[in-house]
Each structure stands twice: as C-alpha cells, then as structure tokens.
C-alpha cells in the first residue's frame, strides 16, 4: 500500500469516527438575489416553501466542489420534493458550468455570475454552502463548520484532501438539512 493510500485510510478512519462539529445555530435571513440560470431566466431567492434549499458555491475546477456533489446530491435524493440543491457558480475560470453539470448528471439549479452576490453571503473559499429553510433563514453554514484535520493531512495534495472532507461535511450538512425538514 502506497504511503498516501495509508494516509487517506488512516484520515477517513480519523473523520468517520470522530464526533461531529455541532452546526452553528445561525438563523439570520438569507440575503436575496436574482441570478440567471443557464437559460437566461432569473431566478429570485430565497423564496417562501415547504422544504429546504442548499445554496452551494462552486467551480467545475475545484476538487472539494467535485467531491461533495454526490453528497448533496443523495441529500436531495433522499428528500425528494423537499431538498432543492442551487449550483451557484462562482469564480469559474476553466469550463462551461451548464455542460459539466449535465455531463455529470447532477440535477441541480445551475445560477450563474455568483461572484455578484458572494460577499453578501461571506462566500470567499470553496466550496461555499448553506442550508436555507423554508422561511428563507440561513440554518447552516458551511464556513462555521471547520473540520479537525486528521494526522497526515497537510501531506495529502487537494483532491486526496477532498476525498476526506466531502463525507464529514455531508453529514454536517444533512444534520441542518434535516432539522430543518
């Protein structure tokens, strides 16, 4: 076994067993906006429902973006009708967001230009997410939720990083997601 291989095992043993980070208990209002989508129309959030959006700050180039799709992706599947997932892309500099997502499957609400209303949410990193509730409050966010690095990390190159994150970050953000139901 590979000396990275042995890292990433030890790290995800490391994040799967360790306790979770309590979610912020963060109830301000989501700021609104007005985003295009990739058809051109305007999309206005948030919006008054019975259910949940995740508004989720992304680059098709971004290593963690790739790899907590999936996670946000089984949280809206396991929610249907209840979980809306808003692919807000924000400092693309390499691809077609429309094309990649359509490629990959990911049945998420592609917004584009998120560089327009990044700062009004604190998005500065990614990924950027945040569990929005049905009344338009902000119930979890991403950036108040830092993981405990596992020993090794710092030698593990971002997409091995990443692979580690995605599944401790899911479960932080399907806790908010579910409270929120």
Known sequence: MTRHRILITAALLFVLTAP???AAA?????????????????VS???????VDIYYFWATWCPFC???????????????????????????TEND?????????????????GESIAEDY?????????VVDGT????????????PNPPGYEA?????????????WGARIREAVESAL
Do not use: C, Q
């Open 20 to 22: 979770g980070v309590p």
């Open 26 to 42: 963060e109830t301000r209002p989501a700021p609104a906006f007005t985003l295009a989508d990739d058809a051109g129309r305007a």
């Open 45 to 51: 959030l948030p919006e008054r429902h019975d259910g």
């Open 66 to 92: 790739i790899e907590i799709k999936p996670e946000l992706d089984a949280i809206k599947r396991d929610h249907p009708g209840k979980v809306r997932v808003f692919a807000i892309n924000f400092r693309e």
């Open 97 to 113: 967001p429309a094309a990649y997502l359509a490629r990959t499957g990911y049945d998420f609400k592609l917004l584009l230009d």
């Open 122 to 130: 604190g998005a500065w990193v990614l990924p950027g997410i945040f």
């Open 136 to 147: 338009g409050h902000i119930r979890f966010n991403l950036y108040d939720n830092p993981m």
């Open 156 to 168: 593990l190159d971002s997409a091995e990083r990443a692979k580690i994150r995605a599944p401790w």
